[in-house]
């Protein structure tokens, strides 16, 4: 089993401001790998697949890069809605898929 | 819109049973592969099956393979997941989500439903 290590477990960032979140893999994901947005009492929604394309309706301030074990979901200036948990997911063999246990992203 | 709502959740005893099910609208549901992925208290999310969208084909996580069963009902639009021999350890938040094609990603997800194992 592939495991996601997800770094840090909490950040706090200003509204304005840029947010960087990490998501390791204990070994090479190619470029399967997604994000997700959980907000309390919602349902989590894809942000982004393949490591940096946008799901359908996700603003630009958000984007993904890295590649095989190391990547980054940064958001460029957050507004008062980013502020939620974040997975990160790797798919690189569909029976096998794993998740991190995210990032919370709180209010300065 | 797409929507998928679960129901069925709740409290039960160690070793009981409980049948989730989800009801899906706002897309043409046999299209789709459907999941369900699980949210253990603090732990990430834990994908613990996948059906076809016959019903014909579905997969297990080693996790819960024999324990839990999923089936669908294309004429109802809804996946069920059956659950046996409970244990503390399967309290979690469940939810269900379609598949995107064959390909691990879930593009839509239920609200989830709260189950919990407990004595």
């Known amino acids: 089993e592939i495991v996601m290590t997800q770094s840090p477990a909490a950040l706090s960032v200003s509204p304005g401001e840029r947010a960087t979140l990490s998501c390791r893999a204990s070994?090479?994901?190619?470029?399967?790998l997604a994000w997700y947005q959980h907000k309390y009492g919602q349902a989590p929604r894809l942000l982004i697949y393949?490591?940096?394309t946008r799901a359908t309706g996700v603003p630009a301030r958000f984007s993904g890069s890295g590649s095989g074990t190391e990547f980054t979901l940064t958001i460029s200036s957050l507004q008062s809605e980013d502020f939620a948990i974040y997975y990160c997911?790797?798919?690189?063999?569909?029976?096998?898929?794993?998740f991190g246990q995210g990032t919370r992203l709180e209010i300065k | 819109q797409v929507q998928l709502v679960e129901s069925g959740g709740g409290l039960v005893k160690p070793g009981g049973s409980l049948r989730l099910s989800c009801a899906a609208s706002?897309?043409?549901?046999?299209?789709?592969?459907m999941s369900w992925i699980r949210q253990a208290p603090g732990k990430g999310p834990e994908w613990l099956s996948y059906?076809?969208?016959?019903?014909?084909?579905?997969n297990y996580a080693d996790s819960v393979k024999g324990q839990f069963t999923v089936s669908r009902d294309n004429a109802r639009n809804s996946v069920y997941l059956h659950m046996h021999s409970l244990r503390p350890e399967d309290t979690a938040i469940y939810y269900c989500?379609?598949?995107?094609?064959?390909?691990?990603?879930?593009?839509?997800w239920g609200q989830g439903m709260l189950v919990t194992v407990s004595s």
């Open positions: 997911q790797q798919y690189n063999n569909w029976l096998s898929i794993t």
């Open positions: 059906i076809s969208t016959s019903g014909s084909d579905i």
């Open positions: 393949h490591v940096s």
């Open positions: 989500a379609r598949v995107i094609v064959v390909s691990g990603l879930f593009d839509f």
């Open positions: 070994q090479s994901v190619s470029s399967n």
């Open positions: 706002g897309f043409s549901f046999s299209d789709y592969y």
